[in-house]
């Protein structure tokens, strides 16, 4: 930038701010901070203010932004997932298996009586871990987490 060019009025206070940011960190002194400050604020070109703040190291430049988006926030449990569901693909080859031959049936009933298994056993599982885990809260097993009257 050009030292001819004048300074605004917004120019100062930012670099008043600097310093007085300079002297909280304990890089000036009081009375190095009010001889800066008159400077400052009597400059009339970027060349007054360059000898103000020639000593003092620039803030820390911030990190630059990658192009990625920011990750979700969610629930860790929940995945989002792309592209297509195989569970909706596979009921419909099944469909068509069923349908395309005359004993095809029976597959099919065996693949959804197979499917209600896993589902109850699923089931099953996730109330025994249910009552595990409150029971663990009861006990205060779990650190940091605060009791609860309800429990």
């Known amino acids: ?5 004048r300074v605004s009025d917004a120019d100062r206070d930012r670099v008043t701010a600097r310093l007085r ?4 960190e304990g890089r000036l002194t009081q009375d190095e901070l009010d001889e800066r400050i008159s400077a400052a604020l009597n400059a009339k070109t970027f060349g007054d203010l360059r000898p103000v703040m020639a000593d003092l ?3 820390a430049p911030a990190p630059l932004r990658t192009g990625r988006n920011p990750q979700w ?3 860790p449990w929940v995945v989002l997932r792309r592209g297509p569901r195989i569970l ?3 009921l ?3 469909l068509v298996a069923g349908l ?5 049936g029976w597959v099919l009933f065996a693949f959804f009586r197979l499917l209600l298994v896993f589902w109850l ?7 025994f871990a249910a009552g595990r885990f409150r029971r663990r809260l009861r006990r205060g097993w779990y650190p940091g987490h605060p009791r609860q009257w309800w429990i």
């Open 73 to 75: 926030g969610g629930p």
């Open 57 to 59: 190291p620039e803030p």
């Open 1 to 5: 930038m050009d030292d001819r060019i």
């Open 121 to 127: 056993v699923t089931f099953a599982v996730g109330i």
């Open 100 to 104: 395309a031959s005359g004993g095809g």
């Open 21 to 24: 940011d300079h002297f909280a």
């Open 88 to 90: 909706p693909l596979v």
């Open 92 to 94: 419909i080859a099944l």
